[in-house]
């Protein structure tokens, strides 16, 4: 070798001097967190990479750190701004300077965040859940449910020790109107990782049993508002929104709306407003009913005197009426008793003229029968006396040939057996010559 060798230590540090030379400023730069730790020193140690929009395959990875006095102020900084946890997952813009160590490597140090680039892609991923939701025809379904007239039957997701939750049901418990309400607890994790899969559970548990339950809510109180990324996932909205009870959310963020605050049927801002608003409802309920109430008391009198002067009208009006109608039915039975006095006295006519009839009907008959009489005797005779023994015994006789009269000489040719019949006898006799 030409050129002395160079020692690892000594090619780190002209890498370092070159990079310190050639990138000496701060650079914003867009990335995803791919892994967040934070040590007992307070040094929160990050991995950025960078992927395919298409095949979702890295193109880049860098570690990075953010030093405990920045961390601090950056993390509370960018928490309070998104409503978001500071986690792995999530796009951000920060500004890095650009390091290399001979022992540790190369690395992007942190020194600054910008909350509304991560919002946007907060924004952009809650809309892509909407759209969907909206696509699969369920964005509204919560929303559509009649809230029932008495929401005093109240399934609560929330956490056993969340303030908000003791907050709930003591403005419940104590609301000025005496109003009695039901709830239940339904216990759920309201931050953290198990946000989605423990408020599905809850919502499992209260399906099993629906027909006890007038509303659900969902509340939490007293927890950082950077634990809300659990409600802004696809799951749990789409539980939310296909639910057959109207949900009513109180999450306790006022800036911003979560998913499941966009799919619920009410969305308030804290569980102490979910409470107010059911007491307000109950409160209108009651209202109306003292509202009908007052109309009964004032109508009710008012319409039994109006019936009680359409029955005496009634009562008026029946001599009159009833007269009409005997009247009526008086004319009616005349018309009747005239009509079938005409009809019976047409049939006695009729008849009486029948029974004129029957003495000259019987006559004819009886003439019809001689002459027709007369007439048989004449045909008897006739039949008579053109009987063939009547002939024969006149001396007429037959010839027969093969059992048949035989009444033209034409018929017969010689050596004819014929047979003769008389009045009295018969004989055969042989054809010799014609």
């Given at each position: 070798?030409?050129?002395?060798?160079?020692?690892?230590?000594?090619?780190?540090?002209?890498?370092?001097?070159?990079?310190?030379?050639?990138?000496?400023?701060?650079?914003w730069?867009?990335?995803?967190?791919?892994?967040?730790?934070v040590?007992?020193?307070?040094?929160?140690?990050?991995?950025?990479?960078?992927?395919?929009?298409?095949g979702?395959a890295?193109?880049?990875?860098?570690?990075?750190?953010?030093?405990?006095n920045?961390?601090?102020?950056?993390?509370?900084?960018?928490?309070?701004?998104?409503?978001?946890?500071?986690?792995?997952?999530?796009?951000?813009l920060?500004?890095?300077?650009?390091?290399?160590?001979?022992?540790?490597?190369?690395?992007?140090t942190?020194?600054?965040?910008?909350?509304?680039?991560?919002?946007?892609?907060m924004?952009?991923?809650?809309?892509?859940?909407?759209?969907?939701?909206?696509e699969?025809?369920?964005?509204?379904?919560?929303?559509?449910?009649?809230?029932?007239?008495?929401?005093?039957r109240?399934?609560?997701?929330?956490?056993?020790?969340?303030?908000?939750?003791?907050d709930?049901?003591?403005?419940?418990?104590?609301?000025?109107?005496?109003?009695?309400?039901?709830?239940?607890?339904?216990?759920?994790?309201?931050?953290?990782?198990?946000?989605?899969?423990?408020?599905?559970?809850?919502?499992?548990?209260?399906?099993a049993?629906r027909?006890?339950?007038?509303?659900?809510?969902?509340?939490?109180?007293?927890?950082?508002?950077?634990?809300?990324?659990?409600?802004?996932?696809?799951?749990l909205?789409?539980?939310?929104?296909?639910?057959?009870?109207?949900?009513?959310?109180?999450?306790?963020?006022?800036?911003?709306?979560?998913?499941?605050?966009?799919?619920?049927h009410?969305?308030?801002?804290?569980?102490?407003?979910v409470?107010?608003?059911?007491?307000?409802?109950?409160?209108?309920?009651?209202?109306?009913?003292?509202t009908?109430?007052?109309?009964?008391?004032?109508?009710?009198?008012?319409?039994?005197?109006?019936?009680?002067?359409?029955?005496?009208?009634?009562?008026t009006?029946?001599?009159?009426?009833?007269?009409m109608?005997?009247?009526?039915?008086?004319?009616?039975?005349?018309?009747?008793?005239?009509?079938?006095?005409?009809?019976?006295?047409?049939?006695?006519l009729?008849?009486?003229?029948?029974?004129?009839?029957?003495?000259?009907?019987?006559?004819?008959?009886?003439?019809?029968?001689?002459?027709?009489t007369?007439?048989?005797?004449?045909?008897?005779?006739?039949?008579?006396?053109?009987?063939?023994?009547?002939?024969?015994?006149?001396?007429?006789?037959?010839?027969l040939?093969?059992?048949?009269?035989?009444?033209?000489?034409?018929?017969?040719?010689?050596?004819?057996?014929?047979?003769?019949?008389?009045?009295?006898?018969?004989?055969?006799?042989k054809?010799?010559?014609k």
């Open positions: 070798m030409e050129n002395k060798p160079l020692s690892l230590l000594e090619l780190n540090s002209l890498v370092r001097r070159s990079i310190t030379s050639c990138l000496p400023d701060e650079y730069v867009q990335a995803e967190l791919s892994d967040v730790r040590n007992y020193s307070g040094h929160c140690y990050l991995e950025f990479v960078q992927k395919d929009a298409t979702n890295l193109l880049a990875k860098a570690r990075g750190i953010i030093w405990a920045v961390f601090t102020r950056l993390r509370s900084y960018f928490e309070r701004e998104t409503g978001q946890a500071f986690v792995s997952g999530l796009k951000v920060v500004k890095v300077t650009v390091d290399f160590h001979e022992l540790y490597g190369y690395s992007l942190v020194v600054n965040i910008d909350p509304t680039y991560t919002l946007g892609d924004v952009r991923r809650r809309k892509e859940i909407l759209r969907q939701l909206d699969e025809g369920i964005l509204t379904l919560n929303k559509e449910l009649k809230l029932p007239v008495l929401t005093q109240i399934a609560v997701i929330s956490s056993a020790t969340a303030a908000g939750y003791g709930f049901c003591n403005q419940l418990l104590h609301n000025s109107f005496g109003f009695v309400f039901y709830p239940r607890l339904f216990q759920a994790i309201m931050q953290g990782e198990q946000v989605e899969q423990s408020i599905i559970q809850a919502l499992d548990r209260i399906n049993t027909d006890n339950w007038d509303v659900v809510v969902i509340i939490r109180g007293g927890g950082a508002t950077s634990d809300l990324s659990g409600f802004d996932t696809y799951d909205a789409a539980n939310c929104a296909q639910f057959p009870l109207p949900i009513i959310t109180g999450i306790g963020h006022e800036r911003d709306d979560t998913v499941l605050d966009m799919i619920s009410t969305r308030v801002k804290t569980p102490t407003a409470a107010e608003f059911l007491i307000n409802h109950v409160r209108q309920t009651a209202q109306e009913l003292e009908y109430e007052e109309v009964i008391y004032q109508e009710v009198p008012r319409l039994l005197q109006q019936e009680k002067q359409r029955l005496d009208s009634f009562i009006r029946i001599p009159g009426q009833v007269q109608r005997l009247q009526r039915e008086n004319f009616r039975q005349e018309k009747f008793q005239n009509r079938m006095k005409t009809a019976w006295q047409s049939r006695l009729q008849e009486n003229y029948r029974l004129q009839l029957m003495p000259r009907l019987l006559s004819a008959l009886q003439n019809r029968v001689q002459r027709e007369y007439r048989l005797e004449l045909l008897a005779q006739r039949v008579d006396s053109a009987s063939p023994e009547k002939l024969l015994k006149k001396g007429y006789s037959l010839t040939l093969d059992g048949k009269v035989v009444t033209d000489a034409s018929q017969l040719k010689p050596g004819d057996e014929v047979e003769t019949r008389l009045a009295k006898g018969k004989f055969r006799s054809v010799i010559n």
